[in-house]
């Protein structure tokens, strides 16, 4: 029975794949930064462990506890919307540490056992934002296009000692907490005000095509299980038309 770690997994996209994976008999760890268990299965084959992606401490003893894994799910990530002029250095050095030092650290703390094994998989939750810019959210498309180029560079890095990295690309979803916490960390300003209602609006907008968590799991799925699979697979209907307008293969 292979065995994956997914990070983020309290609510969103994390708690989707989670359940995925487990309804597939495979052996869970769910990992969150707020113990959160009541979302999932009571199981000997699912453990919730708690985990702080910008810790290294609790990186240790997150990999540590969670013993032999197959494949690692950099899913944990926080999203802002905010005019690039009026951020404050504390938002963006959050973006980057979660989103793109997370994943680096959890990558490079799991690496050993993959490489020692000669076997792995590591599968990176991105954001078609990074396939086409949109106001407002500059830093956080930039800390998930760093890790699109790590992931690319690790992908030929780790080849020789039969380790895969690939990339899902999700679009906008309304089953994640990105629209709150765009509204809460969007700031006020006079100049920017008509730019942040109308992003906001577009970010939170139900009514065309979405990606849902489930859409979210199934790629995470593929990436990690099929062989044949692309090294950047976008998860929802919005995802693939701005993958296929950026010129992205979707197979």
């Not at 113990?35 to 919730?48: I, K």
């Not at 020692?116 to 991105?126: L, W």
């Not at 760093?146 to 030929?156: E, G, Y």
Request: charged residues 20%.
């Amino acid at each position: 029975m292979k065995t994956v770690l997914i990070t983020g997994c309290s609510s969103g996209f994390g708690l989707e794949i989670a359940r995925y994976f487990f309804e597939r008999d495979w052996h869970v760890i769910a990992t969150m930064r707020t113990l959160r268990a009541d979302a999932l299965p009571t199981s000997g084959r699912l453990r919730v462990l708690a985990l702080d992606v910008t810790d290294p401490a609790s990186i240790a003893a997150a990999v540590d506890a969670a013993g032999p894994v197959d494949v690692l799910v950099n899913n944990a990530g926080v999203g802002a919307a905010a005019p690039f002029e009026l951020t404050e250095p504390a938002l963006a050095r959050t973006l980057f540490e979660t989103n793109t030092i997370g994943t680096m650290a959890m990558t490079q703390a799991l690496l050993p056992q993959f490489r020692a094994r000669g076997a792995g998989t590591i599968v990176n939750v991105t954001s078609t934002v990074t396939l086409k810019a949109l106001p407002l959210l500059s830093m956080y498309t930039a800390s998930k296009a760093a890790v699109n180029a790590f992931s690319a560079c690790m992908a030929i890095e780790l080849a020789p000692f039969g380790i895969d990295v690939r990339i899902v690309l999700p679009g906008r979803s309304p089953e994640t907490r990105f629209g709150d916490n765009a509204h809460r960390q969007s700031l006020e300003s006079a100049d920017y005000a008509d730019l942040i209602q109308q992003t906001i609006a577009r970010i939170t907008d139900e009514s065309g095509p979405v990606t849902h968590a489930t859409d979210v799991a199934e790629a995470v799925w593929c990436a990690a299980t099929d062989p044949a699979a692309p090294m950047r697979l976008p998860a929802g209907e919005d995802a693939f038309e701005w993958a296929r307008e950026a010129g992205l293969s979707t197979r």
